[in-house]
């Protein structure tokens, strides 16, 4: 059977003065782009990714949003063997939101949030695939 065509993205632009907004550039799987314009401002409680492997890409597209500290939480995927190739960009993509102040951890059996001192410990202790990065 044929493979079903990959949805359009709808973009809605905006216009935003340039010292309060912030533009994420992304790659669909497919290779192609996705732009979004945010307030650089506005709080947001939860980004969930989950884009199998394409994490670190998503991750570099929201740098200016994570810089900002705008995510009260970001759940990602990280698991070495959905991330392939681009695993040690994760990983690298991880680190730097780490450098931005959030807080690495995991999600226990029971789904309690569980802070850890360095990503190793996270990947080490995690009962599934889903990392969280609080800024709290």
């Excluded at 070495?80 to 931005?100: H, N």
């Excluded at 959030?102 to 850890?116: E, I, K, M, N, P």
Aim: proline share 6%.
């Amino acid at each position: 059977p044929a493979e079903p065509a990959e949805p359009a993205a709808a973009v809605e632009a905006i216009s935003l003065p340039p010292a309060q907004a912030s533009v994420a550039t992304s790659a669909t799987p497919a290779g192609r782009p996705v732009t979004v314009l945010v307030e650089s401002n506005l709080p947001i409680k939860a980004l969930k990714i989950d884009t199998e492997g394409h994490e670190a890409a998503v991750l570099r597209g929201a740098r200016r949003l994570l810089e900002a500290r705008s995510f009260d939480f970001v759940f990602l995927e990280a698991a070495r063997e959905v991330a392939g190739s681009e695993w040690s960009s994760a990983l690298s993509e991880i680190e730097r939101a780490r450098s931005y102040g959030y807080t690495v951890s995991s999600l226990s059996g029971r789904g309690d949030l569980v802070r850890h001192a360095g990503l190793d410990a996270a990947l080490k202790a995690q009962s599934g695939r889903t990392l969280v990065l609080t800024s709290q």
